[in-house]
């Protein structure tokens, strides 16, 4: 079955950075398109950014510049560096594909 692991979240400073991993199996990972969702306290889970399987990539206005989501095919993993992180960009990030989610990783970013 399918199954996304989430690497570990953490606690950073704002202005930070920070690598969230997703390992995926259980799939044809190599033609599947992945995304990176958030899910902020109190707020609608969101979609942070995604990259398709021909390596195309999209992200939300909030994030465009500061992060970057990538693939490896040959580790079935996605990536997603997250720079200048600020407060607003602490959640709960999901590895998401086809229906299917992670369990989430906890980021929190600190004044």
């Known amino acids: 079955q399918v199954q996304l692991v989430e690497s570990e979240g953490g606690l950073v400073q704002a202005g930070g950075s920070l690598k969230l991993s997703c390992a995926a199996s259980?799939?044809?990972?190599?033609?599947?398109?992945m995304s990176w969702y958030r899910q902020a306290p109190g707020q609608q889970r969101e979609l942070v950014a995604r990259?398709?399987?021909?390596?195309?990539?999209k992200y939300s206005d909030s994030v465009r510049g500061r992060f970057t989501i990538s693939r490896d095919n040959n580790k079935k993993t996605i990536y997603l560096q997250m720079r200048s992180l600020k407060p607003e960009d602490t959640a709960v990030y999901y590895c998401y594909t086809n229906a299917n989610w992670g369990r989430g990783t906890q980021v929190t970013v600190s004044t």
């Open positions: 259980g799939f044809s990972f190599k033609f599947a398109d």
């Open positions: 990259i398709t399987a021909l390596n195309n990539t």
